[in-house]
Structure formats: structure tokens, C-alpha cells
């Protein structure tokens, strides 16, 4: 009935305002979505870096209106308060869309660290390409993407599903990639792939409001570019085939081998040509490694 904003989230929504008014963002022709997600942490790290720095402000020198913190004294913005997985929210979603807030603000903290604000608005000229360049901020504008095809050679009744704007592949990108190990981390079932130790950054045993979580893990640094093209049939019955590059051959092979370290958590049975899972991600599963080049291939049965 009497609804509030506080001064700090006031702050940060009027970043967004400004960079949509001012800044004529860059993004490439039909823009992949890690393309996009690489867009998205520029400006949410942007508006949550002003936001922090605000917040500052308004512990010490400024007299600011409401309160700045949630129950769990994690920010408005959103810093991580669900990553220890007592949130009741879907971990590995919420871990995927988190991934604008917590390594974006990192990339405007780094890039400001090194040129000012005058460095960050170069950003809105060049952004980055993919959530890689995000993630590794070394490699901002000088390792783009590659792009990765996945040929349509299905038979029928395998028809290529299309996306709403006309396109038939999605690419995954590193974010992507890193959350689908670190949500083993989460789920209800014993021995996960990725241990919380490796991608949360603790304090005290608390969450780290500024540098929450860390999407670098081994298993997916070293992604080159990918496309997932997925498949139905009539009879409602799905598969895919994702096709992944990386920088070398190992990485190629570590990721080959943290995928199948995936599978046997899900309680996957390797059958020598290929794994045989049941339950929610049940299905066949086939692994090829030629060179820095993993394709997976998905489907209800061998056979299909």
C-alpha cells in the first residue's frame, strides 16, 4: 500500500536511465546471447559499481533515505544472497542470470582501475563480445568469439527446432558452461562435479557482497565459441548436437573429461560408444573429441 525505494536502488536505476539515454549501445548483427549476456554485464556492472560506490557514500559522508540492506545483509542489488542455495530458487538459473551482476561489476571495477571512467565509457564502443571476455578481462577485444556451425544432417522425422527470431542454434558461451558444473554444487544428490570452495569467494563464511562468485572454473576457461541445435520429432520426443571449440586440444580434453564427470553424477552408464542416462536428463548421450573441436550429441535412444 505505501511502497518505497530506497536511495541507493534510486541510484542505480538512474544509471540505467542514463546509459539508455546517452549511450548508443554496440551490439553485433543478430547478437548470439552470450553476445548479448557480454552486453548485459557491462551495463549492470556499471550501474552496481556507481550503486556501491553510493553506498559508501551513505555509510559515511551523506545523510541517505532508506534502508540499504535486505534481511540477509546482502545489498538491494543483488549480491549473492542466494548463492549459498538457502533461497528455495532454482541455483542453476539463478546462478546463469546472476552472472551480469557478479563478474560485470568486476570488469567496470578492473577497467576503471586501470583508465578512469573514460576507460569505462570505451567499453559502450567496444563491449564485450561474449561472457569469456568478461570473465578473463585480459582478453577484452582481442579474443573474439569464433563462430561455430552445427550442419543440419538429421533424417526424419528430426526436424531442427527454430528459434523465435528465425535462428536455429543458440550459443552457450563460458558462463553457460561454468554454471552447468556449478550447479552440481546445488542439487540434492551427493559428490558434485564443482565444489561451492572452488567458484564462491567467502568471507567469515559469508558471501562476498563485492566479488561474490567467480566463473573462471578449469573445466569451461578455455572456450573458443559453441552452437547447441536442438531437435524434435512428432512424437514430442527432443535431442541436440552441441558443438564446442576451444583454444587447444587440452582444453578440449578437460572439458570432454568434466563432461563426463557430469554425466556419471547424474548417474550416467558409460557404454563405451556411448552414456546412457535416465531420469530428468535422461537419454543417449555420444561425446566426440577431434583435435579442440567436442561435439555432443543427444537423443532419447541410441538408435535416434
Sequence with gaps: ATPTLDEVTLAQELVHAYQFRNFALQLPRDPTDD???????LVEGDANLVDRLYERRCDG????????????????RGDGGGADGNSG???GLYLLNFFPYAEGEDLVRETRRRG????????????????EQVIHTEKGGRDPPEDVTVP???????????????GSTTTVGEAGLATMFMYTAYDDRPGEVIPRSTFLNLENGSVNATDPIDYDLNYSAGWAGDALAAYER??????FVWRITWD?????????????????????????SYWRLHGDFGGAYAIDVNGRTVTIV?????EA
Design 89 to 91: 530458487l532454482h541455483m
Design 35 to 41: 553476445e548479448i549476456r557480454g552486453l548485459l554485464a
Design 248 to 272: 587447444d586440444d587440452r582444453e578440449a580434453r578437460e572439458f570432454a573429461e568434466g563432461y563426463r564427470a557430469l554425466l556419471s553424477y547424474h548417474d550416467g552408464t558409460d557404454r563405451g
Design 152 to 166: 543440419d544432417v538429421a533424417e526424419d522425422p528430426w526436424r531442427r527446432v527454430r528459434r523465435s527470431d528465425g
Design 116 to 131: 578512469g571512467w573514460d576507460a569505462v565509457m570505451d567499453l559502450y564502443d567496444d563491449p564485450p563480445r561474449s561472457s
Design 234 to 239: 512428432p512424437n514430442g520426443s527432443t535431442g
Design 61 to 76: 559522508a551523506w545523510e541517505c533515505v532508506g534502508s540499504f540492506a535486505t534481511d540477509d545483509g546482502s545489498a538491494d
Design 298 to 302: 543427444q537423443a532419447p535412444s541410441r
